[in-house]
């Protein structure tokens, strides 16, 4: 395993939209393996691959309870709605407060290529749609309702520091 370099806003491969993966083999189960180790390094709760320039639909997320890793995700249903400050690995330095779904199911792949299903809710869907936005070349902040200041974030607002 190895640590990959984060790439910030300003890189336009973020901007860029990820394709499918169609080989389950070593190398998919090495970029795992490495944005794993990248995400908990940043101490971040989620990493999606395009954070390390690698333009596949591929995402690794930990918010608590054991890494989950998605490959080819695909959002099936949402309900609810839940508004919290978000951060982003790519996004170093700022907050913003972002309106995302309560309840989120996900259709994806394992690391061997297993169908898989997972129903989440509060923070774990928060962090699935930010992370999926990711491979769609969207930041939470083309989202957010507004910008929230560091002297803002000691009145009790929650963080969320994914990586996306």
């Given at each position: 395993?190895?640590?990959?370099?984060?790439?910030?806003?300003?890189?336009e491969l973020?901007?860029?939209?990820?394709?499918?993966?169609?080989?389950?083999?070593a190398k998919?189960?090495?970029?795992?393996?490495?944005?794993?180790?990248?995400?908990?390094?940043?101490?971040?709760?989620?990493?999606?691959?395009?954070?390390?320039?690698?333009?596949?639909?591929?995402?690794?997320?930990?918010?608590?309870?054991?890494?989950?890793?998605?490959?080819?995700?695909?959002?099936?249903?949402?309900?609810?709605?839940?508004?919290?400050?978000?951060?982003?690995?790519?996004?170093?330095?700022?907050?913003?407060?972002?309106?995302?779904?309560?309840?989120?199911?996900?259709?994806?792949?394992?690391?061997t290529g297993?169908?898989?299903?997972?129903?989440?809710?509060?923070?774990?869907?928060?962090?699935?749609?930010?992370?999926?936005?990711?491979?769609?070349?969207?930041?939470?902040?083309?989202?957010?309702?507004?910008?929230?200041?560091?002297?803002?974030?000691?009145?009790?607002?929650?963080?969320?520091?994914?990586?996306?």
């Amino acid at each position: 395993m190895a640590l990959r370099k984060i790439i910030h806003i300003e890189d336009e491969l973020l901007r860029k939209k990820s394709r499918p993966v169609e080989r389950f083999d070593a190398k998919l189960a090495h970029l795992l393996d490495d944005m794993a180790e990248t995400m908990y390094a940043a101490e971040g709760v989620g990493l999606a691959a395009p954070q390390v320039a690698v333009l596949r639909r591929v995402v690794v997320m930990d918010c608590g309870d054991g890494l989950i890793e998605m490959v080819n995700p695909e959002i099936v249903a949402t309900s609810g709605e839940q508004e919290d400050a978000e951060g982003c690995l790519s996004v170093p330095g700022r907050r913003g407060l972002v309106k995302r779904p309560m309840n989120v199911t996900v259709r994806f792949k394992d690391r061997t290529g297993a169908a898989c299903e997972l129903e989440a809710e509060g923070l774990l869907a928060r962090c699935i749609m930010h992370e999926t936005d990711h491979l769609d070349g969207r930041l939470y902040v083309d989202i957010m309702e507004r910008e929230i200041f560091e002297d803002e974030e000691s009145d009790g607002e929650e963080e969320l520091e994914e990586n996306e």
